[in-house]
């Protein structure tokens, strides 16, 4: 059955730390492009950042670019996003997706590209 779940998120202050995972089965994990969303509430989905198949390009919003840093461990099937001096805007409900077939090694942040999405995981920035 293919799943994502998300975890790690949490209540953190101003320039705190979150590393957030997405444990992925069903699929090779490698064979995908994959990302990371996020929403606030009131909010639509965005894009935070993705990594192409195979490993192959990766791309942040630039909200995050210098903060966030995403990667996987190909052998466990884990996507995962190291966030860093977060912000109170950082906060939202973050969720991990796994892009269509047809996505090849370039990745975009579209909320189109992306097929099946976990449930999300919850962090707040706030002193």
């Known amino acids: 059955q293919l799943q994502l779940v998300e975890s790690g998120g949490g209540l953190v202050q101003p320039g705190g730390s979150l590393r957030l995972s997405c444990a992925t089965s069903?699929?090779?994990?490698?064979?995908?492009?994959t990302g990371w969303f996020r929403q606030a509430p009131g909010k639509g989905r965005e894009g935070v950042s993705c990594?192409?198949?195979?490993?192959?390009?990766?791309r942040y919003a630039d909200s995050v670019k210098g903060r966030f840093t995403i990667s996987r461990d190909n052998a466990n099937n884990t996507l995962y996003l190291q966030m860093n001096s977060l912000k109170p805007e950082d906060t939202g409900v973050y969720y991990c997706?796994?892009?269509?077939?047809?996505?090849?090694?370039?990745?975009?942040?579209?909320?189109?590209?992306?097929?099946?999405w976990g449930r999300g995981t919850q962090v707040t920035v706030s002193s």
């Open positions: 997706a796994r892009g269509k077939f047809w996505v090849g090694p370039v990745c975009q942040m579209s909320v189109s590209w992306f097929d099946y």
């Open positions: 069903g699929f090779t994990l490698d064979h995908y492009a």
């Open positions: 990594i192409g198949r195979a490993d192959g390009t990766i």
